[in-house]
T-cell receptor, first 112, second 115 residues
């Protein structure tokens, strides 16, 4: 059974810092991995999707990497801003078009 | 694209009542998913439609839960005889069916509170 773990559960940083969020999964036979952002009381916003054949994806200040063999992904946020404060969720899909399996998320707080 | 739309945003009801939620997908997204999220947890998968066909159901989806997607457009999720443990955020997500590596896009959810 696929399990997804995110460490740390919470993170506080001053504005301007670069930071890394970690995601690990137990079954390396994933189809793709997706990173989401969730603001309090809201739904999820898709940030990046990495296909199983890819090593990384970039969007603006965000860079996500994938090491399938070791069952790990990282989300790198450059030059953090207070507006980046949210919960970041990692999710994997084991087959095309099927359900996502989520971690519990990392709650990020960026202070000005 | 307009986003995934869910209605209502909040629902408060007494234990034992039936509730129904609606999800309107992004236009041309033929895959539709329902998830449930409780406080401090990631979303948990409930069920999945490809067009009007319900292709997968989680063991979390007890007999009190039923989902439909008539004509492959909007979807409804009904919970009968609600229980305290049903209190959660119910999230709908949709994705394109063409090409396998399509991201899922989520609505803002329906928050259900059982009194």
């Amino acid at each position: 059974k696929q399990e997804v773990t995110q460490i740390p559960a919470a993170l506080s940083v001053p504005e301007g810092e670069n930071l890394v969020l970690n995601c690990s999964f137990t079954d390396s036979a994933i189809y793709n991995l997706q990173w989401f952002r969730q603001d309090p009381g809201k739904g999820l916003t898709s940030l990046l999707l990495i296909q199983s054949s890819q090593r990384e994806q970039t969007s603006g200040r965000l860079n996500a990497s994938l090491d399938k063999s070791s069952g790990r992904s990282t989300l790198y946020i450059a030059a953090s801003q207070p507006g980046d404060s949210a919960t970041y969720l990692c999710a994997v899909s084991n087959q095309a078009g099927t359900a996502l399996i989520f971690g519990k998320g990392t709650t990020l707080s960026v202070s000005s | 694209d307009t986003g995934v739309s869910q209605d209502p945003r909040h629902k408060i009801t007494k234990r034992g009542q039936n509730v129904t939620f609606r999800c309107d997908p992004i236009s041309e997204h033929n895959r539709l998913y329902w998830y449930r999220q409780t406080l401090g947890q990631g979303p948990e998968f409930l069920t999945y439609f490809q067009n009007e066909a319900q292709l997968e159901k989680s063991r979390l989806l007890s007999d009190r839960f039923s989902a439909e997607r008539p004509k492959g457009s909007f979807s409804t999720l009904e919970i009968q005889r609600t229980e305290q443990g049903d209190s959660a955020m119910y999230l709908c997500a949709t994705s394109r069916g063409t090409g396998d590596n399509q991201p899922q896009h989520f609505g803002d959810g329906t928050r259900l509170s059982i009194l």
